[in-house]
């Protein structure tokens, strides 16, 4: 009985092994996919950051060099943000 679990478990191990072997490349690429997704969420979170500043900025010292310099800021990244997306 004992042969028997250890002949078992040898021949899981092996199956286990061999289906790594076959599927690498899917499971080295697995990691990949969530990367993209993760980046358009910080180009998101980037983008509100910015225009809360911007906001700011506007109402305290009016349309300044600064201000155009975030509104630049902010296209951008919204062009990123749209690059990406669209290559998903």
Not at 5 to 19: E, K, P, Q, R
Not at 34 to 52: P, Q, S, T, V
Request: hydrophobic share 45%.
């Amino acid at each position: 009985m004992l042969k028997l679990l250890l002949f078992a478990g040898i021949m899981l191990a092996i199956l286990v092994i061999a289906l790594a072997y076959i599927f690498r490349h899917e499971l080295g690429t697995l990691g990949h996919k969530y990367e993209e997704r993760d980046r358009i969420k910080k180009l998101r979170h980037d983008i509100k950051r910015k225009n809360i500043t911007y906001d700011a900025h506007i109402k305290k010292f009016g349309a300044t060099v600064e201000a155009e310099m975030l509104e630049e800021e902010i296209k951008e990244l919204k062009q990123l943000k749209r690059e990406l997306e669209q290559k998903k």
